[in-house]
């Protein structure tokens, strides 16, 4: 069974960083396309960005762009979320997806993941 558990959400201030780190397990991490979405409070999931099995990365959303990056390390079968010059409106809850596909495009819809974490909280203040 899939398991992604998110870690590194939390307060910080308007222009701060923070780093979330997902780490899998009960999967051959290297066949699962990977990506991370958010949800802010009466909004719907906004995809942030993903990458591919291979480590190749889907362009990231408009409203991160320059701002976030999306990395993984297959050796620890783990995906980060590097976060910076953040935002009120980057206040949210930050989800990772996973789904396994021989394609090395990255999709950007939630329902091409067949599996979620559980999410963390970040929130910016300003």
């Known amino acids: 069974q899939v398991q992604l558990v998110e870690s590194g959400g939390g307060l910080v201030e308007t222009g701060g960083s923070l780093r979330l780190s997902c780490a899998a397990s009960?999967?051959?991490?290297?066949?699962?396309?990977m990506a991370w979405f958010r949800q802010a409070p009466g909004k719907e999931y906004e995809f942030v960005g993903g990458?591919?099995?291979?480590?190749?990365?889907?362009e990231p959303a408009d409203s991160v762009k320059g701002r976030f990056s999306i990395s993984r390390d297959n050796a620890k079968n783990t995906v980060y979320l590097q976060m910076n010059n953040l935002k009120p409106e980057d206040t949210a809850v930050y989800y990772c997806?996973?789904?396994?596909?021989?394609?090395?495009?990255?999709?950007?819809?939630?329902?091409?993941?067949?599996?979620w974490g559980q999410g963390t909280q970040v929130t910016v203040s300003s």
């Open positions: 997806a996973a789904t396994r596909t021989l394609s090395y495009v990255v999709p950007r819809t939630t329902g091409m993941y067949d599996d």
């Open positions: 990458t591919s099995r291979v480590g190749g990365s889907a």
């Open positions: 009960g999967l051959i991490f290297t066949r699962y396309t």
